[in-house]
């Protein structure tokens, strides 16, 4: 069983910076990884992801202000976030998925506690 552990969060005036880390039991390069963020009353959001080849993607509202990246050798997973805004706030998950990286939350099968970002105006 995999598990993943994130940390990092907090809570930060608006513009500011944040960086999340998602230690991993378990880590291998040809999964899938990704953040995802939860924020009450909302759909889950794929946030960021990263490939077996290191290629990333991410939502179209952290696009330039977000960055995906991991460390293999710590099993760590981090996501770099800048210039913040209020509306990032929400609940942070590390996922891990398959091989392919797909942007579908059901094809994450293990997921970590979450780590609150909160971003005041």
């Known amino acids: 069983q995999v598990q993943l552990v994130e940390s990092g969060g907090g809570s930060v005036q608006a513009g500011g910076s944040l960086r999340l880390s998602c230690v991993a039991s378990?880590?291998?390069?040809?999964?899938?990884m990704a953040w995802f963020r939860q924020v009450p009353g909302k759909e889950l959001e794929g946030v960021a992801f990263?490939?077996?080849?290191?290629?990333?993607s991410y939502a179209d509202s952290v696009q330039g202000r977000f960055t995906i990246s991991r460390e293999s050798a710590k099993k760590t997973l981090y996501l770099q976030m800048k210039s913040l805004k209020p509306e990032d706030s929400g609940m942070y998950y590390c996922?891990?998925?398959?091989?392919?990286?797909?942007?579908?939350?059901?094809?994450?099968?293990?997921w970590g506690q979450g780590t609150q970002v909160t971003v005041s105006s």
């Open positions: 996922a891990r998925g398959a091989d392919s990286c797909s942007m579908k939350e059901t094809t994450f099968g293990y």
């Open positions: 990263i490939n077996r080849w290191s290629a990333t």
């Open positions: 378990e880590y291998n390069v040809r999964y899938c």
